[in-house]
C-alpha cells in the first residue's frame, strides 16, 4: 500500500511550504524562548490582545507558485509510487538505521534523474528528504517533531495545522494532501501501539513511545476532516529550575512546596486546559522521598517519576466489543490494595473523585491529583459535582466536608493571556464555616497588566499568612524559613 492515496495524485491540491521553507520568522528560536532575553523594545501602551500575533500571516501563495507547488506534488506521488514499488515497505520504520536511510536515498535520487525533473538542486533536496519523511516517519509531521521547542500540535483536517511554541499558537505552513493523506499518518502512529484508528473505532486517546499523548478523531466523528492533537513533552521536561526561570514560581516557593510533599500534605492541582497541570503534578512529585512506595495512576501515563519505587498503573479502553474497560476509579480501588505511602492520579474528570478523597482523609497522606477548574473556589464546585457522578447520593454538605479534610494544599496552575504560564495561587484548606470551604492563600500572583507582546506580567508575593500545617511541616522535620510568610514581592516580570 502506498503512504500517498491509492489512485495517483490530481494536481492543483497540495500547498507546499512557502519557497524558504523554514519557521515562521518571529517565531523565537532559541531554547529560552518561554521567558528568555528578549529584544529590546520600545514601550509602548499596552495593546489589545488579538493585536500582536506571534507569527506574521503566511502570504497568499501567486497563481504561478501554486501551479509549481502542485507539480512539485504530482511529481513526489509518482516518485514514491515508484519508490514503493521496489521497496518492501514493511521493513521501514522510524527506527531504521541510516544505513537503510541512505541507500532509500539512493533510490529516490535515482527515480528523480528518470523522471527529468527539472527542479533546482534546492529542489530536488527538498522532495528527497520529503520522500523520506513519508517513507520512514510521519510525513509532513517529521519537520514539526524535529524542533524541541514545539509542544502541541494540533491538526484540524489535511490543511490546518496549528503549533503551540513558547506559549503561542499559531496556525503552521505544514499540510497533508488530503484526508487519506492524513488518515494514513494516524495508522502509522496508533498502529504500532497497538491501537486503530478507524470507522470501527474512530477515537485513540494513547502515549507514543517519547511520552507525547496523542489524541486523532476521525469522520463521522470529526465533521471536517481528521483531527490529531499531540501533547509533546520534551526530552528535557520542565523543572523546578525552568519554573523558577521563567518566573512561573519563586525560589521560596518551591522550598516551601518541597517542604508540604516532603511533609506528606494532600495536594490537589487545579488548573484550565493546558494551564501546565500534569508538569506542575510530575515537578510536586519529584519532591517525594526516594523511600516512600507510590503508585501512579493515568489515562494515557504522562509522569516520569525518577524514583526507585514506583508502580505505573495506566486505564484501558474498551475492546471493539465493548468489554474490558478498566477506568481511573478501577485502578484506584485496587491501588489502594497494594500497600501504596503515596498515590498520584493524573487527573480527576468523575466518581473517583470520591474514592480519591477517601484514600486521602483513610491513610494515604502525601498523595495528589489534578482538576480542571478556574480557580480554587471553583475547584470545590468541580469536585461536588464529580463525587456525585459516583453514583452515590451525598448531601453538599458531606462532600464539602470530605473535601476540606482531605485536601491541606490547593495549587493552581494557569495559563495567562500571551501564553505565560504561573503557579498563579498556593491556597491553604483551612476547614469549613457553616457550609463553607474555609481558605486562604498563601502566596499568589497579581497581574500587574499586558506587555507590548501581548502578555500578561505581574509579580508573584507572599500574602503574609503562616499556614495552619506549620507545626506538621516542623515535626517531619523539614527546615522552615520564617521569611517565606513575610508579605512581600517574591518575583516579578519584567514588562517589554
Ligand atoms: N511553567 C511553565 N512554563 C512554560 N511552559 C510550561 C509550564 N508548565 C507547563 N508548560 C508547558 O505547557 C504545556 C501544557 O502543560 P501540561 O500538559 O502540564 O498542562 P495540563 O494542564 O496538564 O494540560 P491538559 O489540560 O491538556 O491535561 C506543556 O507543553 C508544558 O511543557
Ligand atoms: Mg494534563
Not at 532509500?104 to 520529503?130: D, F, G, K
Not at 489535511?158 to 496556525?171: D, M, R, S
Not at 510530575?282 to 524514583?307: C, G, K, M
Not at 517531619?476 to 517589554?496: H, K, M, Q, Y
Request: some cysteine; charged content about 25%; proline content about 7%.
Amino acid at each position: 500500500m502506498g503512504l500517498f492515496a491509492k489512485k495517483p495524485a490530481p494536481a492543483a491540491t497540495t500547498v507546499a511550504p512557502p519557497a524558504n521553507g523554514d519557521a515562521p520568522a518571529s517565531v523565537p528560536k532559541s531554547p529560552s524562548a518561554i521567558t528568555g532575553p528578549k529584544p529590546p523594545l520600545p514601550v509602548p501602551p499596552p495593546k489589545p490582545a488579538a493585536a500582536a500575533p506571534a507569527v506574521a500571516p503566511i502570504a497568499k501563495p501567486d497563481r504561478a507558485t501554486e501551479e509549481r507547488a502542485a507539480r512539485f506534488q504530482e511529481l513526489k506521488s509518482t516518485i514514491h509510487r515508484k519508490l514503493v514499488e521496489q521497496l518492501d515497505m514493511t521493513k521501514l520504520s522510524r527506527e531504521a538505521s541510516s544505513e537503510m536511510r541512505d541507500h532509500v536515498r539512493q533510490v529516490v535520487t535515482a527515480l528523480c534523474e528518470e523522471e527529468n525533473t527539472l527542479l533546482n538542486y534546492s529542489e530536488r533536496s527538498r522532495l528527497v528528504e520529503e520522500i523520506l519523511d513519508e517513507t520512514f516517519g510521519l510525513g509532513p509531521m517529521e519537520t514539526l517533531l524535529k524542533d524541541p521547542l514545539i509542544s502541541d500540535i494540533l491538526i484540524n483536517g489535511p490543511k490546518q495545522v496549528y503549533i503551540e511554541k513558547g506559549g503561542k499558537l499559531t496556525l503552521s505552513d505544514v499540510k497533508f494532501k488530503d484526508n487519506a493523506h492524513l488518515l494514513h499518518i494516524i495508522d502509522k502512529i496508533v498502529s504500532p501501539l497497538g491501537r486503530r484508528c478507524d470507522e470501527v473505532c474512530p477515537l485513540v486517546d494513547a502515549r507514543l513511545k517519547d511520552g507525547s499523548r496523542v489524541n486523532a478523531i476521525i469522520p463521522p466523528l470529526a465533521i471536517d476532516g481528521p483531527s490529531l492533537s499531540i501533547r509533546r513533552f520534551g526530552k528535557d521536561p520542565i523543572t523546578w529550575d525552568d519554573y523558577v526561570r521563567f518566573r512561573s514560581c519563586a525560589p521560596e516557593i518551591t522550598e516551601f512546596l518541597n517542604a508540604c510533599v516532603h511533609a506528606g500534605l494532600n495536594i490537589l492541582i487545579v488548573g484550565g486546559t493546558g494551564s501546565g497541570k500534569t508538569t506542575l503534578l510530575n515537578n510536586l512529585s519529584s519532591f517525594i522521598p526516594d523511600d516512600e512506595r507510590i503508585v501512579t495512576i493515568e489515562d494515557a501515563a504522562e509522569l516520569q517519576l525518577r524514583q526507585p519505587h514506583v508502580v505505573r498503573l495506566e486505564t484501558r479502553p474498551a475492546n471493539i466489543e465493548g468489554k474490558g474497560r478498566i477506568t481511573i476509579r478501577d485502578l484506584l480501588i485496587n491501588s489502594l490494595r497494594m500497600r501504596p505511602d503515596r498515590i498520584v492520579v493524573g487527573e480527576c474528570r468523575g466518581g473517583e473523585t470520591l474514592d480519591m478523597l477517601q484514600a486521602m482523609n483513610t491513610g494515604h497522606e502525601g498523595s495528589m491529583t489534578t482538576v480542571h477548574a478556574n480557580s480554587t473556589r471553583d475547584a470545590v464546585q468541580r469536585v461536588e459535582t464529580m463525587v456525585m457522578m459516583s453514583g452515590f447520593e451525598l448531601p453538599t454538605r458531606a462532600i464539602r466536608q470530605q473535601f476540606a479534610s482531605a485536601i491541606n494544599l490547593i495549587v493552581q496552575a494557569a495559563r495567562l493571556t500571551g501564553g505565560r504560564r504561573k503557579i498563579t495561587n498556593i491556597t491553604e484548606v483551612q476547614g469549613m464555616e457553616g457550609d463553607v470551604v474555609t481558605m486562604q492563600d498563601i502566596f499568589k500572583f497579581e497581574q500587574i497588566g499586558v506587555d507590548s507582546r501581548s502578555r500578561a506580567y505581574g509579580r508573584i508575593v507572599s500574602c503574609g499568612v503562616r499556614p495552619g500545617f506549620l507545626d506538621r511541616l516542623k515535626a517531619s522535620g523539614c527546615a522552615i524559613d520564617s521569611n517565606w510568610f513575610t508579605p512581600r514581592t517574591l518575583v516579578e516580570d519584567d514588562p517589554d
